[in-house]
């Protein structure tokens, strides 16, 4: 796909030519899984796929949108003055809802637009095309009308669009990520308190491979918040004696003196993923910084088998595909990202030997899932802007 077919489609359906292009990225989470909501620390990077958006403003009140992805959908428009969420608006529920925001917090938004929307993330898989979809709609409803929004204002709007009007409970790593992401750097994100800090990736001779299970999350938006609601339980009952305000506060050793007070087994393992996870988390960077990625990489191993064990959002697509990873010779280190049940993993691979790894896992996986995994090369670029015009990565 080129740019350039996007403009023909512009014109095609809206019957105009004078647009301009924005972009937003998907993500991926090096490590910290589940910790967002937990008030922990996450590290996510935003990646060069991502939706692009062409759009223009309209004299009058009419929003219309059009996605190549959805082509089936057609046209769906609305109404300035009616920005309710509405079933049959399918996925325009997104942009809805950022504008529907953007409006009630008082950013003057006097007419209607014309958008085409493309993404080359997959859907489902775990890379957050939904908060690609929302920041990318967020910056052209800025950059459009000549608003000034601060960046995490932004994103905060994006996850209050997931959490009121979508009515998924997630937290706000992914749109974090793709608000704020940055050429090759990763973001150190502190969840409680929104502080942050850039990372540079510098992987050496290795690549960010990422495997997608190609598996349906059917299940993973009850699983996400069943998961949610099992970590507020732990928390409650270590306030009994512990003057915490999330899981994500504690430390390993404090967890380990007070976790009896957890008197379910269940609950017990679920704590105990986000309190490690977090200090894994801060002791990735500590890594990543200090050029030591063998360490890196055992955390990211560490990461998965505490999501696999104790957290129980794996499964055997993603848990094949990174145990078949872990036994190559060249991989630093493999693990599932997102939030789970599915979706896609990443593995840190050795650039020379990348091809002898991907056939090797690829056959491990259709031999045992029954079909076949989906492999891409990712580079790490910067979060939502207006696109510049350079050549996009299709
Ligand atoms: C999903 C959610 C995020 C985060 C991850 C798990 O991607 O949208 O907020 O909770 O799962 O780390």
């Keep these: 796909m080129q740019l350039s077919q996007l403009s023909d489609k512009f014109r095609a359906v809206f019957n105009e030519s004078d647009y301009r292009t924005f972009f937003a990225p998907g993500r991926i989470n090096l490590i910290g899984e589940h910790t967002d909501y937990n008030g922990g620390h996450v590290f996510p990077a935003s990646i060069t796929k991502g939706t692009f958006a062409l759009a223009r403003k309209r004299d009058d009140q009419k929003i219309r949108m059009y996605s190549m992805n959805f082509e089936q959908v057609g046209v769906i428009e609305f109404e300035l003055n009616n920005l309710e969420y509405d079933k049959q608006h399918d996925w325009a529920n997104y942009p809805k809802g950022m504008l529907r925001y953007l409006c009630e917090k008082g950013y003057d938004i006097q007419t209607g637009v014309d958008v085409l929307y493309y993404g080359n993330i997959p859907n489902g898989a775990g890379l957050s095309s939904s908060a690609s979809i929302e920041l990318v709609s967020g910056v052209l409803f800025e950059k459009l009308f000549n608003l000034t929004i601060d960046r995490v204002e932004l994103v905060k709007i994006g996850q209050l669009v997931e959490n009121k009007f979508i009515g998924v409970n997630s937290g706000i790593m992914d749109q974090f990520a793709i608000g704020m992401g940055k050429e090759n750097s990763g973001i150190l994100l502190n969840c409680d308190t929104l502080a942050y800090e850039y990372a540079p990736l510098d992987l050496d001779e290795h690549f960010i491979l990422i495997m997608n299970t190609n598996k349906r999350r059917e299940l993973a938006d009850s699983k996400y918040n069943e998961r949610r609601s099992e970590c507020e339980q732990a928390l409650k009952q270590l306030q009994q004696k512990l003057d915490i305000k999330a899981l994500g506060n504690m430390s390993t050793t404090q967890f380990e003196q007070h976790k009896h007070l957890i008197t379910n087994e269940i609950l017990q393992k679920r704590a105990k993923h986000a309190v490690y996870e977090n200090e894994r988390t801060l002791q990735a960077l500590v890594a990543l910084k200090s050029g030591n990625l063998a360490e890196f990489g055992r955390l990211l191993n560490a990461s998965h088998t505490s999501l696999r064990n104790d957290y129980e959002v794996t499964g ?43 056939k090797a896992i690829e056959e491990i996986y259709e031999k045992t899932i029954g079909y076949k995994a989906s492999f891409y090369e990712v580079s790490i670029g910067d979060g939502a802007k207006e696109w510049d015009g350079g050549p996009p990565t299709f």
């Design 316 to 358: 055997i697509e993603l848990d094949t595909l990174v145990e078949a990873a872990w036994s190559q010779d060249g991989v630093l280190g493999a693990r599932m990202t997102g939030a789970g049940f599915g979706g896609c993993a990443i593995a840190f691979v050795e650039k020379n030997k990348a091809p002898k790894i991907i």
